[in-house]
């Protein structure tokens, strides 16, 4: 009862953190889309670092023919598509595993990888309110990397060991995320930024070495090995590219160009082999009935749109009343909105799903009532004979087998039957 209890608190942390993360990165990416669209009078630095154009970047690509349009619609659009992907593999291993820690943990990895971008910072500069929001799903974005690396296949985290490095990375984004102890125009940050990552992808492939020799079963390692080789495409790929002579189309020294765009869309698509070998690997285990992941899909893209709206509706509308009556914005509206959504998800996941079921899923939903029915008739009911015979017009016409027997054992010894 326990683990029920916990494994609910975890669904619907999760559809709050996936609600707000959604939501946040859709109206930070409106405002990141105009700030792309408009010249950065700040250093290199701290232009490139949210890929925004300097003066001289802008006089780069015009020469070429691009416009500042341009380059904000080249961004935007290779950014949505990678979300999308990541998205979709992420509602699909919901869809499927909703009743699993795993299930829940690797979706939201997904979630918060694929919308790891410049929109949430965009979000927090116009909108301070959103400002520790905003720096709370960028932290869980990047700690979900390494608590993968240590969890995946089936969620639980081996070695042991992993336990103090997914402590030491948690603090490292911790800090840097809401101190920001080196600032990025420090020549330590790349040095220290470069480290961290490794460190954690050596020690993540470590550990997913150790599982898959040690611990895993045959169908996990099947997994593993998409997944494996899927970053393992992937990083090779990027470091060649880094460290050829297209190189020097990267960081934040470099004028932004058309072939510096072609590079920079090319190596970000190259993160898509993440959902789509982690879907590989899901989709070969055959752990998905294509009907169930289309019904379950529906349903909880609807309730998670239905609670975006109710979020962001609550929130802006709210604190615009408050605003006209007192002249000043409260966190406390923030907090009545996350506590409305918590509320409203199960009654409102239940109403989704039943509406569902009575338009795509007739035998479902017409099994249920006739469930409901009998549950009436066996409270009421007194006489056997009719008991019996209601017993199996349930079972004939929920579960439609070719023949139904009921066999009853009477006082005296002897025996009867009902048959349909």
């Known amino acids: 009862m326990a683990k029920a209890h916990l494994l609910r608190g975890a669904q619907i942390a999760w559809f709050i953190l996936v609600t707000m993360t959604l939501g946040m990165y859709v109206l930070g990416g409106i405002v990141y889309f105009q700030d792309l669209q408009q010249v950065c009078n700040g250093t290199r630095v701290e232009c490139h670092d949210r890929e925004l154009a300097t003066p001289e970047d802008v006089a780069q690509l015009q020469s070429e023919g691009?416009?500042?349009?341009?380059?904000?619609?080249?961004?935007?659009?290779?950014?949505?598509?990678?979300?999308?992907?990541?998205?979709?593999?992420?509602?699909?291993?919901?869809?499927?595993?909703?009743?699993?820690?795993?299930?829940?943990?690797?979706?939201?990895?997904?979630?918060?990888t694929g919308t790891l971008s410049g929109n949430f910072p965009a979000l927090a500069a116009q909108y301070p309110i959103f400002e520790i929001p905003a720096q709370f799903i960028q932290f869980m974005g990047y700690w979900m990397l390494p608590i993968f690396f240590a969890t995946f296949p089936n969620g639980r985290v081996v070695p042991r060991l992993m336990w103090g490095v997914l402590v030491f990375f948690g603090l490292a984004y911790l800090a840097q995320t809401f101190t920001l102890l080196i600032s990025r125009a420090n020549p330590l940050w790349e040095a220290?930024?470069?480290?961290?990552?490794?460190?954690?992808?050596?020690?993540g492939l470590a550990a997913q070495g150790y599982r898959f020799m040690r611990v895993s079963t045959p169908q996990e390692r099947a997994q593993t090995k998409w997944v494996l080789f899927g970053i393992a495409v992937m990083i090779v790929s990027i470091m060649a590219v880094y460290f050829s002579s297209l190189g020097s189309q990267f960081g934040t020294s470099a004028v932004y160009s058309r072939n510096s765009l072609v590079l920079l869309v090319g190596v970000n698509l190259l993160v898509m082999l993440i959902p789509i070998t982690?879907?590989?690997?899901?989709?070969?285990?055959?752990?998905?009935?294509?009907?169930?992941?289309?019904?379950?899909t529906v349903t909880y893209a609807l309730v998670v749109a239905l609670l975006l709206v109710v979020y962001f509706g609550?929130?802006?509308?709210?604190?615009?009343?408050?605003?006209?009556?007192?002249?000043?914005?409260?966190?406390?509206?923030?907090?009545?909105?996350?506590?409305?959504?918590?509320?409203?998800f199960i009654p409102l996941r239940n109403r989704v799903q039943n509406a569902i079921d009575k338009r795509f899923n007739r035998r479902k939903y017409d099994a249920q009532k006739v469930l409901e029915k009998f549950a009436l008739t066996v409270r009421d009911e007194t006489d056997l004979d009719k008991l019996t015979a209601e017993l199996v017009n349930v079972v004939q016409e929920t579960m439609q087998p070719k023949s139904v027997s009921v066999w009853l054992k009477n006082t005296d010894g002897g025996r009867r039957t009902a048959e349909r």
């Open 66 to 112: 691009m416009s500042l349009q341009d380059w904000a619609v080249a961004n935007t659009v290779y950014r949505a598509a990678i979300t999308a992907l990541y998205g979709f593999v992420a509602f699909l291993i919901f869809a499927r595993k909703y009743n699993e820690w795993s299930g829940l943990l690797f979706s939201y990895f997904l979630i918060s």
């Open 192 to 203: 220290l930024g470069a480290f961290i990552w490794i460190g954690m992808f050596l020690s």
């Open 314 to 344: 609550s929130v802006i509308l709210l604190q615009q009343f408050f605003a006209n009556i007192t002249g000043a914005r409260s966190e406390v509206i923030t907090v009545l909105s996350t506590l409305a959504i918590a509320a409203l």
């Open 278 to 296: 982690i879907g590989i690997a899901i989709l070969r285990a055959k752990l998905f009935d294509i009907d169930i992941l289309i019904r379950r």
